[in-house]
Every structure is written in structure tokens, then in C-alpha cells.
């Protein structure tokens, strides 16, 4: 059984542009969570979909964003990237997102020049 | 607000003995924990779960406490390996939401 695929694995970027990372979950996981890890902090949430429709979202400003297909692949966009953002974004998937353990992709370092 | 706190960056343990990597929340209305294995250039794999109706959880060599009163979930690794040795974070589960905590980097000492 297929993992979750997250892509591309790095990107390099420069302040003011924007950039979006592609993330296929498992088969049959109708969940996607994203998360972003910097060093000191843990996972911090951005945002989870589920049958293509945001359920939930953590703190972050509005220049990140996401969506959900039909598929269950999702996508997250961050425009006008700043210094900060450079991170090491992590893509999670579920069967529907309750209490139950998040498949993790091996994640998508990006870096902000 | 950390909801999640690792309070140990680091831990250092030898082959053989046990390791124990601990865990303190803040909230009450979290009702599903687990730990989470993480080596570098990849993602966070799942270990052990734990819900808030029991206080211990086992699986070969990890057992999973949960003190509800304290508000603590520890990680034991019993006996520790090499290939144990990655960063180990804790979660916990409300309602709509997955809380992290910072991780622990564990080294096991051949």
C-alpha cells in the first residue's frame, strides 16, 4: 500500500513569490491535515480537509491556503513568502480525521532566500 | 500557547536500558494521545495511542502512562535499541484538532 507522497521534496524560493506543495494521501484517507515544523517548535497545524471542504484551521494568516480534489490529493499555497516561512511543511492523512493515528509524507523543505 | 509541552530536548540512554520520554498538557478536553517516531529527512511515523478511558497501553517494547489527574503521558522503551534513536513526539487529540508537542531527541548508546 502506497504511503503519502508529498512534492517536490525541497524548494528554494525568494521573498515575495509564492509556491505551492502537492500532497497524495493513502488510498481510501478522505482526511488531509498540514502542518508546519520549524527547529524549537513542534507540528504546528495549519489546516485540515476532508471531501474537499476546510474543516478546520489553526493560526496562521490567510497567505496560506489550501484545497482538496475529488481525489482526496491536496495542495497548499503560500503567497507572498517571507523569511519565516521556511520550514519543513508536512502533509497527514487519516480514513476521516477523528482520534485516530495521521500517516505522515516524508515532507516538503522549504527555503526562503 | 503549547498546549503539548516536551519539557526534554534531549536523552541519552544506554542499549538495553529502559527509556522514558515524557509529556505534560495543558487541557483537560483532550481525549486521545499518541506517540510519534521521527528520523531525519522523513516523516513522523505512528508508535502507540492511548485514550483518555485508560491509563496504560502496551505494544512490545513501548508502553504508553497516562495520568489524567496530572495531566502527563510518558513513553517507555523497554529494552532500548540503537535503531531507537530519533526524535519522539507526543500528540494529543480534542474534538477537531491534533496538538504537538516539541519533541525529544533520544540517543541510545550502543
Known amino acids: 500500500k502506497a504511503g503519502v507522497t508529498q512534492t517536490p521534496r525541497y524548494l528554494i524560493k525568494t521573498r515575495g513569490q509564492q509556491v505551492t506543495l502537492s500532497c497524495s494521501p493513502i488510498?481510501?484517507?478522505?482526511?488531509v491535515s498540514w502542518y508546519q515544523q520549524t527547529p524549537g517548535q513542534g507540528l504546528q497545524f495549519l489546516f485540515e480537509?476532508?471531501?474537499?471542504?476546510?474543516?478546520n484551521k489553526g493560526n496562521f494568516p490567510g497567505r496560506f491556503s489550501g484545497r482538496q480534489f475529488s481525489n482526496s490529493r491536496s495542495e497548499m499555497n503560500v503567497s507572498t513568502l517571507e523569511l519565516g516561512d521556511s520550514a519543513l511543511y508536512l502533509c497527514a492523512s487519516s480514513v476521516d480525521g477523528r482520534n485516530q493515528p495521521q500517516h505522515f509524507g516524508d515532507g516538503t523543505r522549504l527555503s526562503i532566500l | 500557547d503549547q498546549q503539548v509541552k516536551q519539557n526534554s530536548p534531549s536523552l541519552s540512554v544506554q542499549e538495553g536500558r529502559i527509556s522514558i520520554l515524557n509529556c505534560d498538557y495543558t487541557?483537560?478536553?483532550?481525549?486521545?494521545f499518541l506517540w510519534y517516531k521521527k528520523y531525519p529527512a522523513e516523516g513522523p511515523t505512528f508508535l502507540i495511542s492511548?485514550?483518555?478511558?485508560?491509563d496504560k497501553n502496551e505494544d512490545g517494547r513501548f508502553t504508553v502512562f497516562l495520568n489524567k489527574s496530572a495531566k502527563h503521558l510518558s513513553l517507555h522503551i523497554v529494552p532500548s535499541q540503537p535503531g531507537d534513536s530519533a526524535v519522539y513526539f507526543c500528540a494529543a487529540y480534542t474534538g477537531n484538532q491534533f496538538y504537538f508537542g516539541t519533541g525529544t531527541s533520544l540517543t541510545v548508546i550502543p
Open positions: 488510498s481510501g484517507h478522505r482526511s
Open positions: 487541557n483537560s478536553m483532550f481525549d486521545y
Open positions: 492511548i485514550s483518555s478511558i485508560k
Open positions: 480537509y476532508f471531501s474537499e471542504t476546510q474543516r
